[in-house]
Structures are given as C-alpha cells and as structure tokens.
C-alpha cells in the first residue's frame, strides 16, 4: 500500500507541470502577440503626414543634409505610396541623390519617376537627371565607355521627347561629348592597329570614325590616318581620296599637311575619287 501511495505521489507532480506548461504556453503566445500588436500600434503612430516628412526633405536638402533629405523622400514614397507628394518625392529623391554622387540610385529613381509619371510636366527633369547621373560616369577614353553611350540614349529621349523643354541645349552637349569620347576610343583602338601594321583592322576603326562621328574632333586625324594606311597598303586611289577630304573639309590642318607630304613622298597628291565611301561620306563631316 505504502508503494503503491509513493507511486501515485511521484506522478502527482509531473501532472502539476503538465498543467502549468498548458496554463503558462498561451500566456506567453498571448505576450508574443500583444508585442507585435504594439510594434504595428508603434509604427503607426511613427508615420507622419506625407506633407510633413517633405517639407522636411526640403529641408534637410537646402541645409546641404543629403542623407537625411533622402531618407525623408524615400520615407514619403514609402508611406503614402499614391499620394502627389510621393511623386515630388520621388523626383526629389532623385537630385538628392546625384548630388550626393549615388549616380546608380539617382539613375533607378529617374528611369522609375519617367515611367510612373511620363506625362508630368517634371518628367523632362527626371529623364535629365537620369542622363547627367550617366554622363558624370563617364572614363577616361582608355577605358571602357558604357557610360558614354548611356548618356547618349539618355540624352536624346530629353531632345526627342521633350523638345521644348530646357533641358535640350545641354543635353545636345552631353551627347556631343559622349561622341567625342566614343569616337576617341575607335582612334584609340585603330592607332593601335596601326602601329602593327593590322591595316585592315585599323581602316576599320577610322572609317567607323569618319562615317559615325563626323561632327566630332576626331574625324580630322581619321582622314590623315586612313591616307597613311591606304597609302601602306599601296591603295593609291584611296589614300588621295581621303587626304582630298581632308583638305577640303581642315585645309589649315597640320594633318593635312602631313598627309599631303605623304603622298608627295610617293609621286602622288590628293585627288578625290566620287565613287569612293570616304566621298560619300564627306556629307557627314560638319566638324567640331
């Protein structure tokens, strides 16, 4: 009897625990809950009027308070996602951010803001941006130029969209930059063809010069650099045509001058010949 009391007492407690386990598990799942319901109460009350959190951004901006103006624009997109001032937000957000130097952040906002809002009378502003965040990303001629032709594309939606607008004069300079470094890589990649005598390869290069950047500074050393390998490669006919171009597009042009020393040196002197493409593409030539 005794142990048959002992066995019932030693069950006795694990019974309380078992009781006290299933009391205790749905008060602290009750806490758990109770604290997410404050961490949404807390979030709410957290949340400003869209009108506040950017006038605050403006004026984080105007005090040269970069990293806080964003954060207070991106707060407004992010909070009240559809109202008006989540579209000045976003474009704000936009020039806080090529000024700041985050050209990638600055870009994504103007290709987001130019989307969302294409017919905004800010969307020209947006697409500017977006196009001087490219163009600011812009190396050196000896490396690669993906920045160079971004800035193209970018720039020309500016002059073609929004022709009126007065972005356009400055955008036609950026993509006239762009050009200038897109054709002094062809150069760059041609002279080094050159100095190996790749003819081929390096009339190549020059002729995309010629026929693709004809308004640009380069295409005057490209006429004299086709001459020199025309006239390497015993194409006569050729080498006279483009220094013929040359001296009647850059006359003064001490390239013009070498070239037509070049031919002198063999028993020839520039002479154009109309059924060439370097003819057909003198139209293009309008210089720098």
């Not at 007492?9 to 997410?36: G, M, Y």
């Not at 989307?115 to 941006?129: G, K, M, R, V």
Request: hydrophobic share 35%.
């Amino acid at each position: 009897m005794f142990l048959r009391r002992a066995a019932s007492t030693d069950r006795r407690p694990r019974f309380s625990s078992l009781v006290i386990a299933a009391t205790v598990t749905p008060l602290l799942l009750t806490a758990c809950n109770a604290e997410k319901d404050l961490d949404l109460s807390t979030y709410v009350e957290q949340t400003e009027p869209a009108d506040a959190l950017y006038n605050q951004g403006l004026a984080n901006l105007n005090s040269g308070r970069m990293k806080e103006a964003i954060a207070k624009f991106e707060a407004v997109d992010r909070q009240h996602p559809y109202s008006e001032y989540a579209r000045k937000a976003l474009l704000m957000s936009t020039f806080a951010n090529y000024r700041q130097g985050q050209y990638p952040e600055a870009i994504n906002n103007g290709k987001r803001y130019v989307t969302l809002y294409p017919t905004s009378e800010d969307a020209a502003y947006a697409q500017y941006l977006t196009g001087l965040s490219h163009f600011r990303q812009i190396r050196e001629v000896t490396q690669d130029q993906r920045d160079a032709r971004l800035t193209i594309e970018a720039m020309e939606q500016v002059v073609q969209r929004w022709p009126d607008s007065e972005y356009v004069a400055d955008a036609r300079e950026k993509i006239r930059f762009a050009n200038d470094q897109l054709a002094g890589k062809e150069m760059q990649i041609g002279r080094y063809y050159l100095e190996r005598r790749e003819y081929i390869a390096a009339i190549r290069r020059f002729r995309g010069v010629v026929e693709n950047y004809g308004n640009t500074r380069h295409v005057e050393e490209a006429l004299a650099r086709l001459t020199e390998s025309y006239y390497a490669m015993g194409v006569a006919s050729e080498a006279q045509t483009a220094a013929a171009v040359l001296g009647h597009n850059y006359p003064e042009s001490d390239w013009y001058k070498d070239s037509y020393a070049l031919l002198q040196s063999g028993g020839l002197e520039p002479r154009e010949n109309t059924g060439s493409w370097i003819s057909r593409a003198a139209s293009l030539i309008t210089g720098s």
